[in-house]
């Protein structure tokens, strides 16, 4: 962790569309490890909200607990957080959501607190498609608590100890697409490139939005024979290809090679640009999303990229059909059905 | 055989689940209490779909009498699988009336009581073809039979068929012709009435029969309540039905045909508790509704709700033990664990109503404690006041009441403890935004904060803090909500000073508490007025009695049922009905007052009474414990019992 921040800004950082610079979307000082990939998905989310021009307090940033949910206080300091309970985000996501429909809903968690103790809880707000981002900061290991194995860990990764893995790993893409999850994403802390518009992407979705970021644990899993290394993720990537999230009402200027480009429309507008390096792939196909993550687990690599996006799905809210006025605004005069109702309703109880 | 009862018995149906019993038998206690006549019903049921033994036990008392009193004198018994027992229930000079379409076994041989044989199958095979109908026709007839044995006014149950099969008007004609088969079987073969019978009256004035968990779920949406998340566990899921009955009833735009709420149905309690403090926390007014397992799994946001000061409401509907306990039958057995629910230094306020219309009330009640005290706050109903009917006065709403959201900041509020000009349009400008030189709010609150408001300050010296919602401010007014690991200002630290000044505010912030929970009800011996703060300080001048009771919740029907008892034996106690926790000063004057207290509950371990030791410090040895914990909803005769015998002793 660093313990001073400079407070030097160079006078000419740009600015976005709302006037504000970069440094205006951090959060307070990391406690986490240097060179803790955590960090590195921490300033892509900041980089990722100036680029889209978000409102910092139009944000809520939920965790539950551990190294990955004590994020939301290192990034947006001018947004609300909750660091929660443990493997309880989902829970609190969904009724802060259904409180106010008209903020983002940014959670972060980390594969203790969404594979183990949380998984009733992810899979549940999977299927709810509540529109939130749900990141989880993925390191094979607990690391508060000194680096066990967590349910992520490949079978046969080594930990620093030198004990190897037994159990099979649970793969959170997979299972949030197998699920019906709307939107997910995989990607490597290391790879802010791909990350950054992945985010942009997401926030922007409508539904419930899933990114599994693999976020090597410097302190306790960085370690020759385990899968979740930084030496080991970068030699086993498999990029999908790359993306472009290309906001509302903005032009699309990025060139692409020629190949194989394809744009996704999204709900609000959006368009996202995607150059495909995968063949028979559609990411808008979960067949054959499905069909190309096994591809690349048997050959030992791991998928990264928008992976499945499903635009035509319904959120929650559209689900259960709640007003357009979040929740929250509405006053008594509209909830109170007042006394007159009241005496009828007494009248019908005699 | 013996003396005629007028207004005063106990019928005991006992059916079979699952066999249409329920609304037929509901329809019996409608009609007597139409009559005018004081009438309690008490479902005693399985937890099962279909095909065990369920009853329905139904006193009715002129004198007003509304808890459970021992003895039948009149069994309805319908079901062969517990013919056996009901049999020996019934009092001595009881009646006991069976199926005579077969003859009763061997062994019913009872002289002390009468038998009336009616061959409920037999009359209505001959009428009713299809099989569904003969069996629920088979219990209308049973209520026109009672109609003629107990004198209850047929134009009363033809009205309730009227209004029950409002739009299904073909239904209406075979249930009148089954009524009337049972009216005429009895006309022909028995003297009737019997000598226990039903007379007008008008003793009921303008009051309601009501259950508590519909009376919950009402309130909730009086209070305002917009997310509603849980998890279905007997016997608390009808307070969540009633809130989507309710909701859908009035809270629905007529213009857009959107829902002005939001229920979800979560996976389970755990979650469902997540979700209301997430909604709370942002903003809505929330509830879940649950009974002792889901408290259990609900302790760790409980914990979490009171150091983070997440306001939360929590309606426990109380039953026996675990969920292969006896989830079908009442206690007051949570009070303990919702009291002190969750790890560390924690204890929640507690309401206790104790009829339909405090369900209502004490509903709305805790959505602005909760607000106001910024902490989880519990109602402590059971599954007697939930699930069955009650009489109750009826529900009253002040339209000029408004909710008490408690110490929220507003957008403009935050810009004034920073002394900025109109920050909110949110251009990015807002760091160069300036003093505001001209403030004109000398004295106002908002100065206390001496430009910089802290999210756990306690200016007000109450304990309570301000808080502020997501979305409200640009630039200020944010943080992040954890657990107790902060400072004032809501910054992280770990540093013990801090901790402890946190720790210790919130114990302030629990004094408040008990200022604005309700006050007990208090009722001296020597007829002084209920309640009243004078009559309290009257009382204090001349106490009459050294001997006071205490009880709460559905104990209190029999408590001031036996309180009568005793009074005719020349017993006088001085009662107290609490109503909430924690116990404020009037509480502990009455405990203070006397030398020796009973205190009357539904649990095997008089937890009230632990709660009073350990909040109170009061001695063991003043407090005598008056306990029932068979799972049946406790009777006068009971604590008669157990008092009389104490004093006696």
């Given at each position: 962790?660093?313990?001073?921040?400079?407070?030097?800004?160079?006078?000419?950082?740009?600015?976005?569309?709302?006037?504000?610079?970069?440094?205006?979307?951090?959060?307070?000082l990391?406690?986490?490890?240097?060179?803790?990939?955590?960090?590195?998905?921490?300033?892509?989310?900041?980089?990722?909200?100036?680029?889209?021009?978000?409102?910092?307090h139009?944000?809520?940033?939920?965790s539950?607990?551990?190294?990955?949910?004590?994020?939301?206080?290192?990034?947006?300091?001018?947004?609300?957080?909750?660091?929660?309970?443990?493997?309880?985000?989902?829970?609190?996501?969904?009724?802060?959501n259904?409180a106010?429909?008209?903020?983002?809903?940014?959670?972060?968690?980390?594969?203790?607190d969404?594979?183990?103790?949380g998984?009733?809880?992810?899979?549940?707000?999977?299927?709810?498609?509540l529109?939130?981002?749900?990141?989880?900061?993925?390191?094979?290991?607990?690391?508060?608590?000194?680096?066990?194995?967590?349910?992520?860990?490949?079978?046969?990764?080594?930990?620093?100890?030198?004990?190897?893995?037994?159990?099979?790993?649970?793969?959170?893409?997979s299972?949030?697409?197998?699920?019906?999850?709307?939107?997910?994403?995989?990607?490597f802390?290391?790879?802010?490139?791909?990350?950054?518009?992945?985010?942009?992407?997401?926030?922007?979705?409508?539904?419930?939005?899933?990114?599994?970021v693999?976020?090597?644990?410097?302190?306790?899993n960085?370690?020759?024979?385990?899968?979740?290394?930084?030496?080991?993720?970068?030699?086993?990537?498999?990029?999908?290809?790359?993306?472009?999230?290309?906001?509302?009402?903005?032009?699309?200027?990025?060139?692409?090679e020629?190949?194989?480009?394809?744009?996704?429309?999204?709900?609000?507008?959006?368009?996202?640009?995607?150059?495909k390096?995968?063949k028979?792939?559609?990411?808008?196909?979960?067949?054959?999303?499905?069909?190309?993550?096994?591809?690349?687990?048997?050959?030992?690599?791991?998928?990264?990229?928008?992976?499945?996006?499903?635009?035509?799905?319904?959120?929650?809210?559209?689900?259960?059909?709640?007003?357009?006025?979040?929740?929250?605004?509405?006053?008594?005069?509209?909830l109170?059905p007042?006394?007159?109702?009241?005496?009828?309703?007494?009248?019908?109880?005699? | 055989?013996?003396?005629?009862?007028?207004?005063?018995?106990?019928?005991?149906?006992?059916n079979?689940?699952?066999?249409?019993?329920?609304?037929?038998?509901?329809?019996?206690?409608k009609?007597v209490?139409?009559?005018?006549?004081?009438?309690?019903?008490?479902?005693?049921?399985?937890?099962?779909?279909?095909?065990?033994?369920?009853?329905?036990?139904?006193?009715?008392?002129?004198?007003?009498?509304?808890?459970?009193?021992?003895?039948?004198d009149?069994m309805?018994?319908?079901?062969?699988?517990?013919m056996?027992k009901?049999?020996?229930?019934?009092?001595?000079?009881?009646?006991?009336?069976?199926?005579?379409?077969?003859?009763?076994?061997?062994?019913y041989?009872?002289t002390?009581?009468?038998?009336?044989?009616?061959?409920?199958?037999?009359?209505?095979?001959?009428?009713?073809?299809?099989?569904?109908q003969?069996?629920?026709?088979?219990n209308?007839?049973?209520?026109?039979?009672?109609?003629?044995?107990?004198?209850?006014?047929?134009?009363?149950?033809?009205?309730?068929?009227?209004?029950?099969?409002?739009?299904?008007?073909?239904?209406?004609?075979p249930?009148?012709?089954?009524?009337?088969?049972?009216?005429?079987?009895?006309?022909?073969?028995?003297?009737?009435?019997?000598?226990?019978?039903?007379?007008?009256?008008?003793?009921?004035?303008d009051?309601?029969?009501?259950?508590?968990?519909?009376?919950?779920?009402?309130?909730?949406?009086?209070?305002?309540?917009?997310?509603?998340?849980?998890?279905?566990?007997?016997p608390?899921?009808?307070?969540?039905?009633?809130?989507?009955?309710?909701a859908?009833?009035?809270?629905?735009?007529?213009d857009?045909?959107?829902?002005?709420?939001?229920?979800?149905?979560?996976?389970?309690?755990?979650?469902?508790?997540?979700?209301?403090?997430?909604?709370?926390?942002?903003?809505?007014?929330?509830?879940?509704?649950?009974?002792?397992?889901?408290v259990?799994?609900?302790?760790?946001?409980?914990?979490?709700?009171?150091?983070?000061?997440?306001?939360?409401?929590?309606?426990?509907?109380?039953r026996?033990?675990?969920?292969?306990?006896?989830?079908?039958?009442?206690?007051?057995?949570?009070?303990?664990?919702?009291?002190?629910?969750?790890?560390?230094?924690?204890?929640?306020?507690?309401?206790?109503?104790?009829?339909?219309?405090?369900?209502f009330?004490?509903?709305?009640?805790?959505?602005?404690?909760?607000?106001?005290?910024?902490?989880?706050?519990?109602?402590?109903?059971?599954?007697?006041?939930g699930?069955?009917?009650?009489?109750?006065?009826?529900?009253?709403?002040?339209?000029?009441?408004?909710?008490?959201?408690?110490?929220v900041?507003?957008?403009?509020q935050?810009?004034k403890?920073?002394?900025?000009?109109?920050?909110?349009?949110?251009?990015?400008?807002?760091?160069?935004?300036?003093?505001?030189?001209?403030a004109?709010?000398?004295g106002?609150?908002?100065?206390?904060?001496?430009?910089?408001?802290?999210?756990?300050?306690?200016?007000?010296?109450?304990?309570?803090?301000?808080?502020?919602i997501?979305?409200?401010?640009?630039?200020?007014?944010?943080?992040?909500?954890?657990?107790?690991?902060?400072?004032?200002?809501?910054?992280?630290?770990?540093?013990?000073?801090?901790?402890?000044r946190?720790?210790?505010?919130?114990?302030?912030?629990?004094?408040?508490?008990a200022?604005l929970?309700?006050?007990?009800?208090?009722?001296?011996?020597?007829?002084?007025?209920?309640?009243?703060?004078?009559?309290?300080?009257?009382?204090?001048?001349?106490?009459?009695?050294p001997?006071?009771?205490?009880?709460?919740?559905?104990?209190?029907?029999?408590?001031?049922?036996a309180?009568?008892?005793?009074?005719?034996d020349?017993?006088?106690?001085?009662?107290?009905?609490?109503?909430?926790?924690?116990?404020?000063?009037?509480?502990r004057?009455?405990?203070?007052?006397?030398?020796?207290i009973?205190?009357?509950?539904?649990?095997?371990?008089?937890?009230?009474?632990?709660l009073?030791?350990i909040?109170?410090?009061?001695?063991?040895?003043?407090?005598?414990?008056?306990?029932?914990y068979?799972?049946?909803?406790?009777?006068?005769?009971?604590?008669?019992?157990?008092?009389?015998?104490?004093?006696?002793?």
């Open positions: 962790m660093t313990y001073v921040r400079s407070t030097f800004r160079h006078p000419a950082l740009p600015k976005n569309d709302l006037g504000y610079t970069v440094d205006y979307y951090e959060g307070s990391s406690t986490l490890c240097a060179g803790c990939g955590h960090d590195s998905i921490n300033a892509a989310i900041v980089e990722a909200c100036w680029q889209l021009n978000i409102e910092p139009k944000v809520a940033k939920l539950g607990i551990g190294c990955s949910s004590k994020s939301p206080a290192y990034f947006l300091s001018n947004s609300h957080g909750f660091n929660s309970v443990h493997g309880r985000m989902p829970s609190v996501a969904t009724g802060a259904l106010n429909r008209d903020l983002i809903y940014f959670g972060v968690s980390g594969d203790g969404t594979a183990s103790i998984m009733g809880q992810f899979v549940h707000v999977v299927r709810r498609n529109n939130m981002v749900y990141l989880v900061m993925n390191n094979g290991c607990y690391g508060l608590t000194k680096g066990q194995d967590s349910a992520t860990a490949d079978a046969g990764s080594k930990s620093k100890a030198g004990s190897v893995n037994l159990f099979e790993a649970i793969d959170l893409a299972l949030a697409i197998e699920l019906g999850a709307t939107f997910v994403g995989q990607s802390s290391g790879d802010k490139q791909q990350l950054i518009p992945l985010m942009k992407a997401a926030m922007s979705h409508q539904g419930f939005a899933f990114l599994n693999i976020s090597p644990c410097v302190t306790f960085n370690n020759p024979g385990s899968t979740k290394s930084y030496d080991y993720v970068r030699e086993h990537v498999e990029v999908t290809g790359t993306m472009d999230f290309v906001p509302y009402e903005k032009e699309i200027t990025t060139t692409y020629a190949g194989d480009v394809s744009d996704i429309s999204m709900h609000d507008g959006s368009e996202i640009r995607l150059h390096l995968q028979d792939w559609d990411p808008q196909d979960r067949f054959s999303t499905i069909n190309a993550m096994q591809r690349a687990k048997q050959k030992g690599e791991i998928l990264t990229g928008l992976l499945y996006i499903n635009e035509d799905s319904r959120d929650l809210h559209s689900m259960i059909n709640t007003s357009e006025t979040p929740l929250n605004a509405l006053s008594k005069d509209i109170c007042g006394s007159e109702a009241l005496a009828k309703l007494n009248a019908s109880l005699r | 055989m013996q003396e005629t009862k007028i207004n005063d018995f106990v019928v005991r149906f006992a079979v689940n699952g066999t249409g019993s329920a609304s037929a038998n509901a329809l019996f206690t009609a209490f139409r009559m005018g006549v004081p009438v309690t019903p008490k479902n005693i049921f399985p937890s099962n779909i279909q095909g065990l033994p369920t009853w329905y036990e139904v006193r009715v008392s002129e004198k007003g009498y509304l808890g459970r009193r021992e003895g039948v009149l309805i018994a319908v079901n062969p699988q517990s056996k009901d049999y020996a229930d019934v009092h001595a000079g009881g009646y006991f009336l069976y199926d005579s379409s077969k003859p009763l076994p061997p062994g041989d009872r002390d009581i009468t038998h009336i044989g009616i061959p409920l199958m037999a009359l209505c095979n001959a009428e009713f073809t299809d099989a569904r003969r069996q629920l026709f088979k209308i007839i049973y209520i026109g039979a009672l109609s003629a044995l107990l004198d209850i006014e047929f134009a009363v149950l033809e009205g309730q068929l009227a209004e029950q099969f409002k739009g299904k008007e073909k239904l209406i004609e249930n009148i012709k089954a009524l009337n088969i049972g009216v005429d079987y009895c006309k022909e073969n028995f003297d009737c009435p019997l000598d226990i019978r039903v007379e007008r009256r008008d003793l009921l004035g009051k309601i029969l009501f259950g508590g968990n519909s009376a919950c779920g009402l309130g909730a949406v009086y209070a305002g309540a917009t997310v509603a998340a849980w998890y279905p566990i007997t608390s899921t009808s307070v969540v039905d009633a809130f989507a009955k309710y859908a009833k009035y809270r629905v735009d007529a857009t045909g959107k829902n002005n709420y939001a229920i979800v149905q979560a996976e389970d309690e755990l979650a469902a508790i997540g979700m209301v403090m997430g909604a709370c926390w942002n903003g809505a007014r929330s509830f879940t509704a649950t009974s002792g397992p889901g259990s799994l609900m302790n760790e946001f409980l914990g979490l709700g009171y150091f983070a000061e997440v306001p939360t409401v929590l309606i426990d509907v109380q026996t033990g675990p969920s292969t306990g006896m989830p079908t039958r009442t206690q007051q057995s949570d009070i303990l664990l919702a009291a002190y629910a969750s790890h560390g230094d924690t204890k929640h306020p507690l309401l206790f109503p104790a009829s339909p219309k405090e369900c009330e004490m509903t709305v009640d805790a959505f602005d404690l909760t607000e106001r005290l910024q902490t989880p706050v519990i109602i402590m109903t059971d599954l007697d006041l699930m069955n009917d009650h009489i109750s006065e009826p529900l009253t709403w002040d339209d000029s009441r408004v909710y008490d959201r408690g110490k900041l507003t957008s403009e935050l810009d403890i920073y002394h900025v000009v109109s920050a909110t349009n949110g251009n990015g400008n807002n760091a160069e935004a300036q003093p505001d030189q001209e004109e709010h000398a106002d609150f908002l100065e206390q904060f001496n430009s910089k408001w802290g999210r756990y300050l306690d200016i007000d010296d109450d304990g309570i803090p301000y808080r502020t997501a979305g409200t401010n640009p630039t200020r007014g944010a943080f992040v909500t954890r657990g107790s690991s902060r400072d004032e200002y809501g910054v992280y630290t770990e540093d013990g000073a801090a901790y402890q946190n720790v210790d505010r919130l114990a302030k912030k629990w004094e408040t508490a200022t929970v309700p006050e007990p009800e208090i009722r001296w011996s020597a007829d002084t007025p209920v309640g009243s703060k004078s009559a309290v300080e009257e009382a204090d001048k001349s106490v009459g009695t001997l006071g009771v205490i009880y709460f919740g559905t104990s209190s029907y029999a408590a001031e049922e309180l009568e008892f005793l009074a005719a020349g017993i006088h106690l001085d009662a107290m009905r609490a109503r909430g926790f924690p116990f404020g000063e009037s509480f004057d009455f405990v203070d007052s006397h030398e020796r009973f205190v009357i509950e539904q649990n095997r371990d008089a937890q009230f009474r632990s009073m030791m909040e109170l410090g009061v001695d063991a040895s003043k407090l005598i414990s008056v306990l029932n068979d799972g049946m909803p406790i009777t006068a005769d009971n604590i008669y019992r157990q008092i009389k015998g104490s004093i006696t002793k």
